[in-house]
């Protein structure tokens, strides 16, 4: 069973928050909420509460352990634009940028797939005649 939880307009750049959710992808919900909770980054603890909204999201929680995050994703949101004061007067633009988090978690097992190995392209065998 999979479950998601989302928080939109959060005040923190995607940017930030993509570099939080890089660290957590794949990872068991457990191993997660362990690194968001020692990670100096001040956009974790969103992150946290979102982990944690998607588990409480599957309804019946056996095991918090047995979950996995399978998807973890950041989009933008709005922009709020304001003015600051610059240099001789003038106005410098700001941008305070809003961003829109989704965390997905399954209690699935993936199935790793196996590559095939590739052929060498572009290489003929030469048969020597005696």
Known sequence: MQATATAKFI?????????VLSLIRGKSVLKAVEI???LPKSAATVVDKVVKSAVANTGVVKDASSYTIKEAWVGAGPTLKRMRTGPKGRGMPVKKRMAHLTVVVTDEIP????????????????KVSK
């Open 11 to 19: 005040r923190y750049t995607p940017r930030k928050i993509n570099q």
């Open 36 to 38: 968001l909770s020692f």
């Open 111 to 126: 199935i790793v797939a196996r590559k095939k190995k590739k052929e060498v392209s572009g290489t003929k065998t030469i």
